[in-house]
């Protein structure tokens, strides 16, 4: 019983950080994000086009950078700090609201190697034909995949 407590309590916890894994990070917190100017094929050379454009101590981003920042920090602080549109919203441009990134390393997802992986805003409303691979803070921001599409990219400097 006291174990049930516990474990309730720690998701609890996560949860109210934005976190959508069980496991505390260590370094998130003090990442700094950028994004490329421009947009990009998933099969150009996506770090080629982010050291080209932001310097060589800049790499893509991992979805498990995304989850430390937002463990450490408020969801809301990374969108400003990359002003980072809401998918759908009023104005928006939907192609420019999606950031390629990529996950434990790999750009591309294994189940189907021409999918590339993406993070993408969209404040807890996620469409329903949409494919959520992993999520943060409740689909505030959630990881995708596709392919023939051209995005920016996020970028992070460790």
Not at 44 to 64: H, M
Request: glycine share 8%.
């Amino acid at each position: 019983m006291k174990s049930t407590i516990l474990a309730i309590s720690i998701l609890f916890a996560l949860l109210a950080n934005g976190c959508s894994n069980s496991t505390q990070p260590s370094s998130g917190g003090s990442l700094q994000f950028a994004t490329t100017s421009g947009m990009y094929a998933e099969t150009d050379n996506l770090d080629s086009a982010v050291k080209a454009e932001l310097g060589t101590s800049y790499r893509i981003a991992d979805w498990t950078d995304v989850e430390d920042f937002c463990y450490h920090n408020p969801v809301d602080s990374l969108i400003a700090k990359i002003s980072w549109g809401l998918m759908g919203g009023a104005g928006s441009d939907t192609t420019r609201e999606n950031f390629f990134v990529t996950w434990d390393s790999q750009g591309f997802t294994p189940q189907d190697p021409t999918r590339h992986y993406f993070a993408t805003r969209f404040d807890h409303n996620v469409p329903g034909n949409w494919l959520v691979l992993d999520q943060i803070d409740s689909n505030h921001i959630v990881l995708g995949s596709w392919y023939g599409v051209q995005f920016r990219v996020l970028a992070v400097k460790p």
